[in-house]
């Protein structure tokens, strides 16, 4: 065994977390061009059609966004008038984005985009929720 073997992509963790994570989004793609949003719009969806307001600071937290991307995603998605955004009045330091009428009939529309991806995925129920669970584990272990 070569002291180079670590380097083989065959023995990468990272390497088929990359690319799945890449293969699935583009599966996504169409489904989402239906309603009209890229992969992340839709996460800041389903992260707003679960609260229905959040504090924008709160928001990159739960997804794992930083203020460069997230700023433009939220402004984008206010121009399609799926959302509001608004400063707190507790403290107007923080900005809070809000649901409209429009953003929350797309949860409709959208609602049936997991069925349609639980069929390009190769994993029973049991499977999914057993990766769900080792990939929070992993992101754990990598969180600050």
Do not use: H
Not at 10 to 21: D, G, K
Not at 84 to 111: C, F, I, M, P, Q
């Amino acid at each position: 065994m070569s002291k180079y073997d670590c380097l083989k992509l065959e023995n990468q963790l990272c390497f088929p977390l990359y690319v799945c994570s890449k293969e699935i989004v583009r599966k996504y793609k169409p489904f989402l061009d239906e309603i009209d949003l890229t992969y992340t719009q839709y996460i800041a969806m389903m992260a707003l059609w679960q609260n229905n307001e959040c504090n924008v600071k709160e928001l990159g937290e739960a997804l794992y966004l930083d203020s460069g991307t997230l700023t433009p995603l939220l402004k984008k998605l206010e121009s399609k008038g799926y959302i509001k955004r608004d400063r707190a009045k507790d403290d107007e330091r923080n900005l809070v984005v809000k649901l409209t009428a429009k953003g929350k009939k797309l949860e409709d529309k959208a609602s049936k985009i997991p069925a349609q991806m639980g069929q390009c995925v190769n994993l029973n129920p049991k499977e999914a929720g057993e990766l769900r669970r080792l990939l929070d584990k992993v992101l754990g272990g990598l969180e600050d």
